[in-house]
Protein backbone atom coordinates (compact mmCIF):
# COMPACT_ATOMS: atom_id res chain seq x y z
CA UNK A 1 0.00 0.00 0.00
CA UNK A 2 1.22 3.61 -0.96
CA UNK A 3 2.09 5.68 2.16
CA UNK A 4 2.35 9.15 2.69
CA UNK A 5 3.54 10.64 5.86
CA UNK A 6 3.57 13.99 7.32
CA UNK A 7 5.99 15.21 9.77
CA UNK A 8 3.53 16.28 12.28
CA UNK A 9 0.01 15.84 13.61
CA UNK A 10 -0.35 18.80 15.03
CA UNK A 11 1.44 21.71 15.39
CA UNK A 12 1.09 25.76 16.97
CA UNK A 13 3.51 28.36 15.67
CA UNK A 14 3.74 31.86 16.03
CA UNK A 15 3.09 34.56 13.85
CA UNK A 16 6.17 36.09 11.85
CA UNK A 17 7.54 32.51 12.20
CA UNK A 18 9.08 30.49 9.01
CA UNK A 19 7.62 27.44 9.30
CA UNK A 20 8.04 23.73 7.57
CA UNK A 21 5.78 21.10 6.47
CA UNK A 22 7.10 18.06 5.06
CA UNK A 23 5.83 15.03 3.38
CA UNK A 24 7.33 11.90 2.10
CA UNK A 25 6.08 8.81 0.21
CA UNK A 26 7.34 5.60 -0.39
CA UNK A 27 5.74 4.45 -3.85
CA UNK A 28 8.24 6.58 -6.66
CA UNK A 29 4.92 8.68 -7.49
CA UNK A 30 5.69 11.19 -9.37
CA UNK A 31 3.03 13.56 -8.63
CA UNK A 32 2.98 15.36 -5.47
CA UNK A 33 0.50 17.97 -3.78
CA UNK A 34 -0.34 20.27 -1.05
CA UNK A 35 -4.07 21.22 0.29
CA UNK A 36 -5.06 23.16 2.73
CA UNK A 37 -8.47 22.12 4.16
CA UNK A 38 -11.37 24.66 6.09
CA UNK A 39 -14.68 24.25 6.67
CA UNK A 40 -17.63 24.87 4.49
CA UNK A 41 -14.50 25.21 2.01
CA UNK A 42 -13.17 21.88 1.20
CA UNK A 43 -9.67 21.24 -0.22
CA UNK A 44 -7.70 24.21 -1.57
CA UNK A 45 -4.77 23.76 -3.84
CA UNK A 46 -1.44 25.65 -2.91
CA UNK A 47 1.34 23.76 -4.71
CA UNK A 48 1.71 20.43 -6.80
CA UNK A 49 5.01 19.25 -8.31
CA UNK A 50 5.10 16.55 -11.12
CA UNK A 51 9.17 15.80 -10.87
CA UNK A 52 11.94 16.98 -8.62
CA UNK A 53 12.53 20.52 -8.60
CA UNK A 54 9.51 21.00 -10.52
CA UNK A 55 6.40 23.29 -8.62
CA UNK A 56 3.57 24.43 -10.00
CA UNK A 57 0.83 26.96 -8.68
CA UNK A 58 -2.48 25.79 -7.50
CA UNK A 59 -5.20 27.78 -6.56
CA UNK A 60 -4.06 29.26 -3.09
CA UNK A 61 -0.28 30.12 -3.53
CA UNK A 62 0.29 33.18 -1.73
CA UNK A 63 2.08 32.85 1.43
CA UNK A 64 3.08 29.80 0.49
CA UNK A 65 6.15 27.86 -1.24
CA UNK A 66 7.20 24.73 -1.91
CA UNK A 67 10.76 22.72 -1.86
CA UNK A 68 11.34 19.44 -4.32
CA UNK A 69 14.69 18.22 -4.13
CA UNK A 70 13.93 14.39 -4.04
CA UNK A 71 11.58 12.40 -5.83
CA UNK A 72 9.88 11.29 -2.82
CA UNK A 73 10.26 14.86 -0.53
CA UNK A 74 7.48 17.34 -0.81
CA UNK A 75 8.58 20.67 1.21
CA UNK A 76 5.43 23.19 1.89
CA UNK A 77 6.76 26.29 3.55
CA UNK A 78 5.08 29.23 5.08
CA UNK A 79 7.69 32.03 4.44
CA UNK A 80 5.71 34.56 7.50
CA UNK A 81 3.22 32.68 9.01
CA UNK A 82 0.06 34.77 9.94
CA UNK A 83 -3.39 34.18 11.87
CA UNK A 84 -5.01 33.28 8.78
CA UNK A 85 -3.31 30.30 7.71
CA UNK A 86 -4.65 28.45 10.50
CA UNK A 87 -5.96 25.03 8.75
CA UNK A 88 -5.25 21.62 8.50
CA UNK A 89 -2.83 20.85 5.60
CA UNK A 90 -3.14 17.51 3.63
CA UNK A 91 -0.05 16.10 0.97
CA UNK A 92 -1.04 14.00 -1.14
CA UNK A 93 0.86 11.91 -4.07
CA UNK A 94 -0.38 10.25 -7.08
CA UNK A 95 1.74 8.21 -10.37
CA UNK A 96 2.13 9.18 -13.59
CA UNK A 97 2.84 12.63 -15.10
CA UNK A 98 0.44 13.48 -17.57
CA UNK A 99 -2.23 11.08 -16.79
CA UNK A 100 -5.34 12.61 -15.14
CA UNK A 101 -6.70 9.06 -13.94
CA UNK A 102 -4.71 8.07 -11.35
CA UNK A 103 -5.91 8.28 -7.71
CA UNK A 104 -4.62 10.41 -5.31
CA UNK A 105 -2.72 9.27 -1.71
CA UNK A 106 -3.35 11.18 0.64
CA UNK A 107 -1.38 11.69 4.21
CA UNK A 108 -3.12 11.88 7.42
CA UNK A 109 -2.55 16.03 7.47
CA UNK A 110 -0.87 18.18 9.72
CA UNK A 111 -3.27 20.34 12.15
CA UNK A 112 -1.94 23.64 12.12
CA UNK A 113 -2.74 26.34 14.50
CA UNK A 114 -0.77 29.92 13.98
CA UNK A 115 -0.91 32.14 17.16
CA UNK B 1 -11.40 27.11 -7.83
CA UNK B 2 -13.89 24.45 -7.05
CA UNK B 3 -14.80 22.43 -9.29
CA UNK B 4 -17.56 20.15 -7.95
CA UNK B 5 -19.88 20.93 -5.48
CA UNK B 6 -21.65 18.22 -3.60
CA UNK B 7 -25.13 17.77 -2.16
CA UNK B 8 -26.61 17.77 0.84
CA UNK B 9 -23.94 18.99 2.88
CA UNK B 10 -25.06 16.92 5.46
CA UNK B 11 -26.89 13.70 5.81
CA UNK B 12 -28.10 11.46 8.94
CA UNK B 13 -29.88 8.14 8.08
CA UNK B 14 -30.20 4.77 9.97
CA UNK B 15 -28.09 1.85 9.66
CA UNK B 16 -29.76 -0.42 7.05
CA UNK B 17 -30.80 2.60 4.92
CA UNK B 18 -28.83 3.74 1.51
CA UNK B 19 -27.44 7.20 1.19
CA UNK B 20 -27.58 8.86 -1.87
CA UNK B 21 -24.70 12.22 -2.26
CA UNK B 22 -24.58 14.19 -5.16
CA UNK B 23 -22.07 16.24 -7.04
CA UNK B 24 -22.64 18.83 -9.44
CA UNK B 25 -19.40 20.40 -11.39
CA UNK B 26 -18.96 23.12 -14.10
CA UNK B 27 -16.62 22.49 -16.87
CA UNK B 28 -16.36 19.81 -18.89
CA UNK B 29 -13.81 16.87 -17.60
CA UNK B 30 -12.31 13.41 -18.32
CA UNK B 31 -12.95 11.99 -14.84
CA UNK B 32 -14.67 12.15 -11.81
CA UNK B 33 -13.64 10.76 -8.45
CA UNK B 34 -15.16 9.97 -4.91
CA UNK B 35 -13.10 9.90 -1.66
CA UNK B 36 -13.94 9.34 1.62
CA UNK B 37 -12.29 11.00 5.01
CA UNK B 38 -13.07 10.16 8.16
CA UNK B 39 -12.72 12.61 11.05
CA UNK B 40 -8.95 14.01 11.73
CA UNK B 41 -7.37 11.61 8.77
CA UNK B 42 -6.55 11.69 5.44
CA UNK B 43 -8.97 11.33 1.87
CA UNK B 44 -8.97 7.57 0.74
CA UNK B 45 -9.99 6.81 -2.96
CA UNK B 46 -13.03 5.22 -3.36
CA UNK B 47 -13.99 4.91 -7.24
CA UNK B 48 -13.00 6.63 -10.38
CA UNK B 49 -15.40 6.88 -12.99
CA UNK B 50 -14.57 8.04 -16.49
CA UNK B 51 -16.18 10.74 -18.45
CA UNK B 52 -17.48 7.97 -21.18
CA UNK B 53 -19.12 5.56 -18.60
CA UNK B 54 -22.78 5.81 -17.11
CA UNK B 55 -22.42 4.15 -14.13
CA UNK B 56 -19.25 2.17 -11.92
CA UNK B 57 -20.26 -0.24 -8.85
CA UNK B 58 -17.74 -1.58 -6.35
CA UNK B 59 -18.99 -3.53 -3.00
CA UNK B 60 -21.73 -1.30 -1.72
CA UNK B 61 -20.80 1.39 -3.85
CA UNK B 62 -22.29 2.57 -7.22
CA UNK B 63 -21.31 5.75 -8.67
CA UNK B 64 -23.51 7.33 -11.72
CA UNK B 65 -22.39 10.23 -14.17
CA UNK B 66 -24.57 12.30 -16.27
CA UNK B 67 -22.39 14.14 -18.65
CA UNK B 68 -25.40 16.06 -20.53
CA UNK B 69 -26.18 17.39 -16.58
CA UNK B 70 -22.57 17.49 -15.30
CA UNK B 71 -23.78 15.27 -12.45
CA UNK B 72 -22.89 12.18 -10.75
CA UNK B 73 -24.26 10.65 -7.67
CA UNK B 74 -22.68 8.36 -5.01
CA UNK B 75 -25.12 5.46 -3.76
CA UNK B 76 -24.15 3.88 -0.59
CA UNK B 77 -26.56 0.73 -0.03
CA UNK B 78 -27.06 -0.69 3.22
CA UNK B 79 -25.22 1.42 5.68
CA UNK B 80 -23.36 1.12 8.24
CA UNK B 81 -21.81 2.80 11.06
CA UNK B 82 -19.16 2.51 9.90
CA UNK B 83 -19.57 4.23 6.78
CA UNK B 84 -19.89 7.76 8.88
CA UNK B 85 -17.77 10.09 6.77
CA UNK B 86 -17.63 12.75 4.98
CA UNK B 87 -17.44 11.92 1.08
CA UNK B 88 -15.89 14.41 -1.74
CA UNK B 89 -16.21 14.62 -5.60
CA UNK B 90 -13.15 15.34 -7.64
CA UNK B 91 -12.81 16.30 -11.29
CA UNK B 92 -9.29 16.55 -13.29
CA UNK B 93 -7.94 20.23 -13.34
CA UNK B 94 -6.55 21.92 -15.60
CA UNK B 95 -3.43 21.12 -15.46
CA UNK B 96 -4.35 17.18 -15.72
CA UNK B 97 -2.38 16.18 -12.69
CA UNK B 98 -4.48 17.91 -10.60
CA UNK B 99 -7.82 17.71 -9.33
CA UNK B 100 -10.51 19.87 -8.09
CA UNK B 101 -12.66 19.02 -4.94
CA UNK B 102 -15.35 19.90 -3.54
CA UNK B 103 -17.17 20.79 -0.33
CA UNK B 104 -17.94 17.61 1.00
CA UNK B 105 -21.13 15.66 2.17
CA UNK B 106 -20.61 14.82 5.96
CA UNK B 107 -22.97 11.32 6.65
CA UNK B 108 -23.78 10.10 9.75
CA UNK B 109 -25.15 6.99 10.03
CA UNK B 110 -26.89 6.05 13.43
CA UNK B 111 -26.66 2.30 14.72
Known amino acids: DVKVTQSSRYLVKRTGEKVFLECVQD?????MFWYRQDPGLGLRLIYFSYDVKMKEKGDIPEGYSVSREKKERFSLILESASTNQTSMYLC??????????????FGDGTRLSIL | SQQGEEDPQALSIQEGENATMNCSYKTSINNLQWYRQNSGRGLVHLILIRSNEREKHSGRLRVTLDTSKKSSSLLITASRAADTASYFC???????????FGAGTRLTVKP
Open chain 1, 27 to 31: MDHEN
Open chain 2, 90 to 100: ATDGKNNNDMR
Open chain 1, 92 to 105: ASSNQRGSYDQPQH
